[in-house]
């Protein structure tokens, strides 16, 4: 039998200090990003299919394929904390946690100021804190974690920050135009990919339409 050392496959690959319970909580905040895209951009896919979230998320691929990009080039490695964590074969500049998160936060307060999505609620604000705090909790985890230095997280949000910003303006300048011809292709059609962004309450509309059908359906039943 080899003698070589096994390795467990673990579920999320965030470690932290044994009896931290501080850094207990922070390695879950670490998991944000997957939340986001497995919980969140998937289950949105299935049920909703609107434009603006799958652009939305296509543009969080983007900026994490950029990240890797930019981490190649640079090369600057992770701080000698990565010893204790068997991170460091992998590069830290800079932070991809931090820069997904920033994208992420930036890219919903634009959505939320345009009134897509949340046009009803008077209080922005508030809707508007919690990704934000999501974003520093984040970037605050990777560090004290240990994986990651102050530099390369804020590197990370920096760039994450412009990123979205930009992405935002190319969706709703440039894309945005061309969602009616993709609502009504071939895969517009095959997926009923739509895009509501003009209805000003989607959520009324909807409930109001759903009510409306079903009191014609049991007109009919009659």
Known sequence: MSNTPLKAVTLTLVRYQKGDQIGHFLAWVSLIPVFISLGGFLTHFIFRRELHGMFFALGLLISQFINGIIKTFVKQARPETCALLDMCDSLGWPSSHSQYMFFFAV???????DGIGFSEIKNNW??????????VLTMYSRVYLGYHTFAQVFAGAVLGFFLGAGWYWVVTNVISEYFPMIEESMFGRMFYVKDSSHIRNVLKFEYEN???ARKNMDAKAD
Do not use: G, H, I
């Open 126 to 135: 508030a809707v508007n804190f919690f990704p934000w705090s999501l974003a």
């Open 107 to 113: 890219y919903f307060t634009l959505l939320t100021l």
């Open 210 to 212: 759903a009510r409306a």
